[in-house]
């Protein structure tokens, strides 16, 4: 099935930088949603986006939906520690929920 | 406090020892899914449910079943695991609003099929 394209796969970045990903598909979504996975957890909801276009930040994090609504992006701003984790991104169209093969995320102190 | 709960955390089984894992969520919700994550892959769902006693298919349903008899369980079975089947599942519920989109996970099954 329909598997969404995430890039990076992997990220190693210092404390304090800011960090971009994005998540592409041939088809088109009517919903983006970016988790984050912490090591033996489920995945935890961080950015919803309902509307192509839209632009939407949770404190240090900033995600848009593309206006072809075949994309989308995740950034966050100076990166702490605790943001180490895998970021998916996950679209979602009449039922069905697709998610990326993730970005791994490393910050070193 | 609002959550999604599934057990075992982690099981190992033989080929062919039918098994089932659990979930429950406390959130009154309608909908609920299970996915397997794999190295790679990402998260791909194997059933969903809108309700009780309706399910479907998700991307990957082959060698699963599931059942909703109430509106707060929906276990998954695997009447004859497969080595193939080895996996790290994860249940969710979703909230109503915005169709179902936003999903809770509980903490996952770690499943080894020997």
């Known amino acids: 099935g329909q598997q969404l394209n995430q890039s990076p796969q992997s990220m190693f970045i210092q404390e304090g930088e800011d960090v971009s990903m994005n998540c592409t598909s041939s088809?088109?979504?009517?919903?983006w949603l970016w988790y984050k996975q912490d090591p033996g957890e489920g995945p935890v909801l961080l950015i919803a986006?309902?509307?192509?276009?839209e632009l939407t930040s949770n404190g240090r994090l900033t995600a848009q939906f593309g206006i072809t609504r075949k994309d989308s992006f995740l950034n966050i701003s100076a990166s702490i520690p605790s943001d180490v984790g895998i970021y998916f991104c996950a679209g979602h169209l009449n039922n069905d929920m697709r998610f990326g093969a993730g970005t791994r995320l490393t910050v070193k102190p | 406090e609002a959550q999604v709960t599934q057990n075992p955390r982690y099981l190992i089984t033989v080929t062919g020892k039918k098994l089932t894992v659990t979930c429950s969520q406390n959130?009154?919700?309608?909908?609920m899914s299970w996915y397997r994550q794999d190295p790679g892959l990402g998260l791909r769902q194997i059933y969903y449910?809108?309700?009780?006693?309706?399910?479907d298919k998700g991307d990957v349903p082959e060698g699963y079943k599931v059942s909703r008899k109430e509106k707060r369980n929906f276990p998954l079975i695997l009447e004859s695991p497969s080595p193939n089947q080895t996996s790290l599942y994860f249940c969710?519920?979703?909230?109503?609003?915005?169709?179902?989109?936003?999903?809770?996970f509980g903490q996952g099954t770690r499943l080894t099929v020997v």
């Open positions: 986006l309902y509307k192509a276009g």
């Open positions: 959130m009154n919700h309608e909908y």
């Open positions: 969710a519920s979703s909230s109503p609003g915005r169709g179902n989109t936003e999903a809770f």
């Open positions: 088809s088109i979504f009517n919903t």
């Open positions: 449910s809108m309700n009780v006693e309706v399910t």
